[in-house]
């Protein structure tokens, strides 16, 4: 597993060296534009529109736009300084929390930490301190020039930390437009929608979940790619526009309940049999 960083955890006295791995990877399908006429792929150049030439990469700089037109422009020094003056490559534990006080919305990316050269020991303590606390580590860690507030919880047996945001990041639920002030419901619907949510309630089992969409694109590439006959499935019936609330709760439910088995039906004795009897 590639290493993307390299440093040490502080807490206390403690100091341990680890590694940061990735712990998930993107696979989405990427798809290059070609120019139709022959096939080409695109470039994409960096041009100025005033100077209407193409600007090598040595000619640009970094710059903030503070106002509409109006920049600060800043040089790599100042930024390589700043880099250096926060970065000194360790991840420092702040505070300890109970993992269900922090609400999913703040969670960012996540990655596997192993332990560096000698770190063995203090990489266990820490684990195991953590899941007999039942609590985890917020920490401050610089990655990429940017300064990220983190996690450190245990994963299967594993250190994991996941990068979360700052609450500044995090845009406020009320500014949300639309959302309903009251619940206009009627508690015979609350019921049934309880009622759906019990019949669909199962074990989280993350294996059964599959994108069916990146499915579908890898094999009409393939069918394309072998010369294949294309076959376009038919096309789903679209639901009715339903108003009525309960109507479509208890469609749901209807449609989710296990259907019975049909009971043997009995033989019929013809009734001339029954007089010879």
């Known amino acids: 597993m590639h290493t993307i960083w390299k440093g040490s955890i502080s807490f206390g006295l403690v100091n341990i060296p680890i590694k940061l791995h990735s712990a998930t ?9 070609l120019h139709k006429e022959c096939h080409s792929p695109i470039k994409y150049e960096k041009v100025c529109p005033v100077c ?20 600060v422009v800043l040089d790599d020094e100042d930024l390589e300084k700043l880099k250096k003056e926060k970065e000194d490559k360790a991840v420092e534990i702040i ?76 845009r406020k639920a009320g500014d949300v437009p639309n959302v309903p002030a009251e619940d ?33 694109l890898l094999e009409l590439i393939e069918s394309k790619r072998t010369g294949k006959e294309i076959v376009t499935p038919v096309e789903k019936t679209p639901a009715t ?18 259907k019975k088995t049909p009971a043997a039906k009995k033989k019929r004795v013809p009734a001339k049999a029954k007089k010879e009897a």
Do not use: C, W
């Open 25 to 33: 990877e993107d696979k989405d399908i990427k798809l290059r534009n």
């Open 52 to 71: 209407d030439m193409e600007v090598k990469a040595e000619e640009i700089v970094k710059a903030y736009e503070y106002t509409k037109g109006k920049f």
């Open 95 to 170: 505070d300890f929390v109970k993992m269900e006080q922090i609400d999913p919305i703040y969670f960012d990316r996540t990655y596997y930490m192993s332990p560096g050269d000698g770190g063995g020991k203090a990489y266990s303590l820490l684990r195991k301190a953590l899941e007999e606390s039942e609590k985890v580590g917020l920490a401050k860690i610089i990655i990429r020039s940017k300064e990220q507030l983190a996690v450190l919880r245990v994963y299967e047996n594993t250190l994991v930390m996941e990068t979360i945001h700052y609450p500044d990041e995090v």
């Open 184 to 216: 206009k419901v009627t508690k015979k619907e609350i019921d049934t929608a309880i009622l759906l949510i019990d019949q669909l309630t199962t074990d989280f089992e993350p294996e059964k979940y599959t994108d069916e969409y990146r499915t579908a």
């Open 241 to 258: 526009n339903v108003t009525d609330l309960m109507a479509a709760l208890q469609a749901s439910i209807d449609k989710t309940k296990p």
